[in-house]
């Protein structure tokens, strides 16, 4: 069965492989997305923005809450925040 599976599944290759490439970019993406040196730098960028007068004080406030939300959230599963963590 492993030749006849291995010629039957020869038309499937290329989806599999876009598949896999497509997984690859996932996983980068969401590597730098949810990096604190990634989240750190939007907030110094937001933080510059609001003191060269370019952004309100609440766009700023908006802006810091949906960087800061990302922390907050499952790289695997967006939609899915995960529990806050109590410090002690």
Do not use: C, W
């Amino acid at each position: 069965m492993g030749l006849v599976g291995t010629i039957l599944g020869l038309p499937f290759a290329p989806v599999r492989g876009v598949l896999a490439v497509a997984e690859l970019i996932r996983q980068q993406v969401d590597a730098e997305l949810y990096h604190p040196a990634s989240v750190r730098s939007e907030l110094e960028a937001v933080a510059e923005a609001r003191a060269l007068g370019e952004i309100s004080p609440e766009e700023e406030a908006e802006r810091q809450q949906q960087v800061l939300n990302r922390l907050n959230v499952s790289p695997a599963n967006p939609s899915d925040p995960q529990p806050n963590v109590e410090k002690r």
